[in-house]
């Protein structure tokens, strides 16, 4: 079983504006709008990091077996997976 970490080939920021983010972050928090509004509208901009489900900052792309895949994450889960940790500390 290959148990190697899978590397990014690519680690971007989400191309978003800070007021577009300000806005996204006042729609999440607002009680009466629906999830299923919030996560069209996260979708359309942006996505939910693959682990908290939170707002999403960074994209890595994989490739994995000729197919490129591409995971999105905040900023604190980005600095808790090791393999990009690493990358920063460089
Ligand atoms: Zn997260």
């Not at 707002?55 to 000729?66: E, F, M």
């Not at 900023?75 to 090791?82: F, R």
Request: hydrophobic letters at 35%.
């Amino acid at each position: 079983m290959a148990t190697k970490q899978k590397r990014p080939f690519s680690i971007e920021p989400l191309n978003i504006s800070a007021e577009k983010m300000e806005q996204l972050k006042i729609l999440m928090r607002r009680q009466d709008v629906n999830s299923h509004v919030k996560n069209v509208e996260l979708q359309k901009v942006q996505g939910k990091c693959l682990r908290c489900g939170g707002l999403a900052s960074t994209i890595l792309k994989y490739r994995v077996q000729g197919v490129i895949a591409i995971e999105r994450y905040c900023d604190e889960c980005l600095k808790s997976i090791p393999v990009i940790s690493r990358y920063f500390l460089k």
